[in-house]
C-alpha cells in the first residue's frame, strides 16, 4: 500500500524521443507536485497541481507538460528530450485546504532519466 | 528573488550532536519544513515550524526564529544512519514551497 507511487523507476531513452512518467498517489490529497532533481542534487518544482490550479516553474521548457485524468494521478510527458534533461524526476503530493493550511509533501520514490 | 542557503557538506562523529543551519530571504512566510533523504531515495519529511522556538522530536529537533530568517536542525546521539542530505524548505506567501540546496551531512564512527 505504497502512498505515492512512479513509475518507471529507471527510464533509459535517445534525443528526440518522447517519453512519459506515471504517478499516484492513495493519501486522497488534494495537490500533486513534479519535481526535477539534477546531479548537483538540487531539488527543483516544476509544477503543482490540484483540480483547481496549474502553477508552472516558468523556468520549465514547454517540452513538459503535466496531465492529470484524475485527482490520484499526476503523469509527466516529455517531448523532444535533450540531454539536459538526464535527472532524477519525483513527484510527491500534499494536502493543501482552502483555509492555506499546508502540510508536508509525500514523495514517490523518484524516476532516474537518462538521455543518451 | 528569494533565497535558501544552507552549508553544502557538514561531518561529525558517531554519537555526537550537530547542528544544521538554514538562513532565508522569502516573499513572505507560513512554516519552515525539514527533509531527510538518503541517497538515491526520496526526500522524506522531518519537522515543521510555523512560530518561533524549538520542536523536538526524539533525536532531531527544529528551531526557528522568524525576525532573523533562520532555522536549525540538531540531531543527537548521531548514527551512522543518520548520513544522508537535509533539505530546509519555506513556505512562501502563495504557499509556495521553495526548497534550499540541502545539507549533505557525513558521519564519520
Known amino acids: 500500500d505504497t502512498a505515492v507511487s512512479q513509475t518507471p523507476k529507471y527510464l533509459v531513452t535517445q534525443m528526440g524521443n518522447d517519453k512519459s512518467i506515471k504517478c499516484e498517489q492513495n493519501l486522497g490529497h488534494d495537490t500533486m507536485y513534479w519535481y526535477k532533481q539534477d546531479s548537483k542534487k538540487f531539488l527543483k518544482i516544476m509544477f503543482s497541481y490540484n483540480n483547481k490550479e496549474l502553477i508552472i516553474n516558468e523556468t520549465v521548457p514547454n517540452r513538459f507538460s503535466p496531465k492529470s485524468p484524475d485527482k490520484a494521478h499526476l503523469n509527466l510527458h516529455i517531448n523532444s528530450l535533450e540531454l539536459g534533461d538526464s535527472a532524477v524526476y519525483f513527484c510527491?503530493?500534499?494536502?493543501?485546504?482552502?483555509?492555506?493550511?499546508?502540510?508536508?509533501?509525500?514523495f514517490g520514490p523518484g524516476t532516474r532519466l537518462t538521455v543518451l | 528573488g528569494q533565497n535558501i542557503d544552507q552549508p553544502t557538506e557538514m561531518t561529525a562523529t558517531e554519537g555526537a550532536i550537530v547542528q544544521i543551519n538554514c538562513t532565508y530571504q522569502t516573499s513572505g512566510f507560513n512554516g519552515l519544513f525539514w527533509y531527510q533523504q538518503h541517497a538515491g531515495e526520496a526526500p522524506t519529511f522531518l519537522s515543521y515550524?510555523?512560530l518561533d522556538g524549538l520542536e523536538e522530536k526524539g533525536r532531531f529537533s527544529s528551531f526557528l526564529s522568524r525576525s532573523k530568517g533562520y532555522s536549525y536542525l540538531l540531531l543527537k546521539e548521531l548514527q551512522m544512519k543518520d548520513s544522508a542530505s537535509y533539505l530546509c524548505a519555506v513556505v512562501d506567501s502563495n504557499y509556495q514551497l521553495i526548497w534550499g540546496a540541502g545539507t549533505k551531512l557525513i558521519i564519520k564512527p
Open positions: 510527491a503530493s500534499s494536502q493543501v485546504s482552502s483555509a492555506g493550511a499546508y502540510n508536508e509533501q509525500f
Open positions: 515550524n510555523v
